[in-house]
Structures are given as structure tokens and as C-alpha cells.
């Protein structure tokens, strides 16, 4: 089952091309990865304080 992407290819595309590169089909998949994986921690980290509400400071 494929993961849902968490990030906007076009925004990620249209970012990386201003900056003179190209953007390869697996760099979505592992950036989206890399979200969803501060994501979680940010999850954590917020429910180690007793909050439902992940907050700015716990990414």
C-alpha cells in the first residue's frame, strides 16, 4: 500500500527548481517521509507534556 505524501509536489518542485536544481521522483517520497517522521516525534513530544495540541515548539 503506497504512503500518503505529505507535501505538495508542485510547491517542493516549484522551490527547488528557483533554487537551479531538478527534483527527482523519489526526493517527494523521502521528503515526505522526513515530515511524517518529525511529525510523529512532534506527536510524542506533546503527549509526553499532557497535551493534545502539538505546538511550534515541539517540532
Avoid at 536544481?21 to 517522521?37: G, M, N, P, R, W
Amino acid at each position: 500500500m503506497a504512503e500518503d505524501v505529505l507535501v505538495v509536489q508542485s510547491k517542493v518542485k516549484e522551490y527547488i527548481k528557483g533554487k537551479g536544481c531538478q527534483t527527482s521522483a523519489t526526493a517527494i517520497e523521502a521528503l515526505s517521509k522526513k515530515v511524517k517522521d518529525l511529525l510523529n516525534e512532534a506527536v510524542d513530544r506533546a503527549k509526553s507534556n499532557n497535551r493534545a495540541t502539538v505546538k511550534d515548539r515541539d517540532i
